[in-house]
């Protein structure tokens, strides 16, 4: 059984720093393309950044416009463990995370090509 479970997330001012984790567990986590996605209260779930894994040529990591330049993802295979440091965030960034594991194959910027989703932590950013 896949478990992705998220932390980090919490109230941060406009400017600040979270680093979100996610531990997993259930899968092979080193030959498994990773990534984060956001979705905002009304709003649909958005990609954020994705990161790639043993055996894939694929390249990365991968991010989004808003997230490049701010935000850095990484993994720890050793832990089962994926990353999401964002800095100089700002009140739009508030949104809930969630951290994903993708199939073998599809784009990394696709929810479709997501097989398993965290439960998601909250991150409120305020101005």
């Known amino acids: 059984q896949v478990q992705l479970v998220e932390s980090g997330g919490g109230l941060v001012q406009a400017g600040g720093s979270l680093r979100l984790s996610c531990a997993a567990s259930?899968?092979?986590?080193?030959?498994?393309?990773m990534g984060w996605f956001r979705q905002a209260p009304g709003k649909e779930r958005e990609f954020v950044a994705a990161?790639?894994?043993?055996?894939?040529?694929?390249?990365?990591?991968y991010y989004s416009d808003y997230a490049k330049g701010r935000f850095t993802i990484s993994r720890d295979n050793a832990k089962n463990t994926v990353y999401l440091q964002m800095n100089s965030l700002k009140p739009e960034d508030t949104a809930d995370y969630y951290c994903?594991?993708?199939?073998?194959?599809?784009?990394?910027?696709?929810?479709?090509?997501?097989?398993?989703w965290g439960q998601g932590t909250q991150v409120t950013v305020s101005s």
């Open positions: 259930g899968l092979t986590f080193s030959r498994v393309r």
């Open positions: 990161i790639g894994a043993i055996g894939w040529s694929g390249g990365g990591p």
């Open positions: 994903s594991s993708y199939r073998t194959s599809g784009s990394v910027y696709f929810t479709q090509s997501v097989n398993y």
